[in-house]
Nanobody, 118 residues
Framework: QVQLVESGGGLVEPGGSLRLSCAASGYAVSRCAMRWYRQSPGKERELVAQITSGGGSTNYADSVKGRFTISRDNAKNTVYLQMNSLKPEDTAVYYC???????????WGQGTQVTVSS
């Protein structure tokens, strides 16, 4: 059983930064495609960033490219989302997702709220 626990959300002013963490247990994050999604009220869940298993190639939504960075610490079995130059439109609940490489099973964390407001 894979468990994902997100942390690091909060309230930040526009232009500020936050780092989200997704701590995994039950499976190695290096063997998963790890993704960050976000969802704000009235909108569909949106894929924000992804890091692939193995080599760790990264991809980003156009709306966050150049501002957000996804990374992985295999020793800590944790994935991060560094968010800089935050905008009010980044306000959402952010979810971590793991897609296992051998089975295609998908697991979700509980989500962490990010609010960008002055």
């Amino acid at each position: 059983q894979v468990q994902l626990v997100e942390s690091g959300g909060g309230l930040v002013e526009p232009g500020g930064s936050l780092r989200l963490s997704c701590a995994a247990s039950g499976y190695a994050v290096s063997r998963c495609a790890m993704r960050w999604y976000r969802q704000s009220p009235g909108k569909e869940r949106e894929l924000v960033a992804q890091i692939t298993s193995g080599g760790g190639s990264t991809n980003y939504a156009d709306s966050v490219k150049g501002r957000f960075t996804i990374s992985r610490d295999n020793a800590k079995n944790t994935v991060y989302l560094q968010m800089n130059s935050l905008k009010p439109e980044d306000t959402a609940v952010y979810y971590c997702n793991a897609l296992l490489d051998y089975s295609g099973e998908s697991y979700w964390g509980q989500g962490t709220q990010v609010t960008v407001s002055s």
